[in-house]
């Protein structure tokens, strides 16, 4: 075992060994290792400087995002290298104006058996809030992206001029690893992360229904602050105060691939 773990642990990723990359994290208080049974666990999850708050809907995917964005990805690889785990993963991502066109879209994505999550982006005035949808692979995306396109475009609060684009993976890994479409996927990892995942403490499930509560007045707090209206739909009517000073900066994302719904034909290169 001792064997497996110097291994495991002199792999190097970014320049460093991935021991260097842990013991950076647990200086700078980000994990923590149980020395009895050599499992490792997050004490300061990553604050994502753009979703507010969302509400979650898990389904089919595979492994977390916690394990493999928040662990994997910035502590193990020291944000150097996409996750293996990830390779597949592509996103449908929904942009919407007003929390109503929000909880519509979420209302749609939640009728796929995929893993969704909805919240305020606050990316732009034009682009408030965010529906994704994981899906495992650019064929799942696409079809997802027709199901969903066909459901927005047929309700009348919604419409063709609501967004929907597909995304590789998260936008961590773009800014920190370069376009989704130029990635340098390293098999090794699929047994690195074999490894990590028998020694990762995976956080108790929360309770779904009171946390999307919970974050539903959190969006609602949000769309107050920016001046969003439509957050009564989901008050009762009832208004909430807003606080003195600015409302929530608005914090444009960093660019990301796009692609398209279709297969891209292939050139004749015989002509």
Excluded at 102 to 116: D, R
Excluded at 225 to 237: A, S
Aim: aromatic share 8%; charged share 30%.
């Amino acid at each position: 075992m001792a064997d497996e773990d110097d291994r495991i642990l002199a792999i190097e990723l970014g320049g460093k060994p991935i021991r260097a990359h842990l013991e950076a994290a647990e200086a700078a208080g980000q994990i923590a290792r149980n020395a009895q049974t050599g499992t490792y666990r997050l004490t300061k999850p990553p604050h994502n400087r753009f979703i507010r708050r969302v509400a979650i809907r898990p389904g089919e995917f595979g492994r977390t995002c916690k394990f493999l964005n928040d662990f994997l990805f910035r502590t193990v690889y020291g944000n150097s290298t996409v996750p293996w785990g990830c390779r597949g993963c592509h996103k449908v991502k929904v942009l919407s104006t007003t929390m109503r066109q929000l909880m519509a879209v979420k209302t749609i994505s939640e009728e796929t058996p995929l893993s969704t999550k909805s919240g305020s982006e606050l990316a732009s005035p034009e682009h408030r809030y965010a529906t994704y949808i994981y899906t495992r692979s650019l064929d799942e995306a696409r079809t997802t992206y027709k199901t969903v396109r066909a459901r927005i475009d047929a309700d009348p609060a919604l419409g063709p001029a609501i967004k929907v684009i597909i995304k590789r993976g998260c936008t961590n890994y773009e800014t920190n690893c370069g376009p989704s479409d130029r990635y340098a996927l390293d098999p090794r990892l699929a047994e690195v992360e074999d490894y990590f995942h028998a020694r990762f403490e995976h956080s108790p499930r929360a309770n779904r229904d009171v946390e999307n509560t919970v974050n539903r007045m959190q969006i609602a707090w949000t769309a107050c602050q920016i001046g969003d209206e439509t957050y009564k739909d989901f008050t009762g009517g009832k208004e909430i105060a807003r606080e003195n000073g600015p409302p929530p900066a608005y914090r444009p994302k960093p660019s990301v691939v796009t692609y398209p719904p279709e297969p891209v034909p292939e050139p004749d290169r015989a002509r």
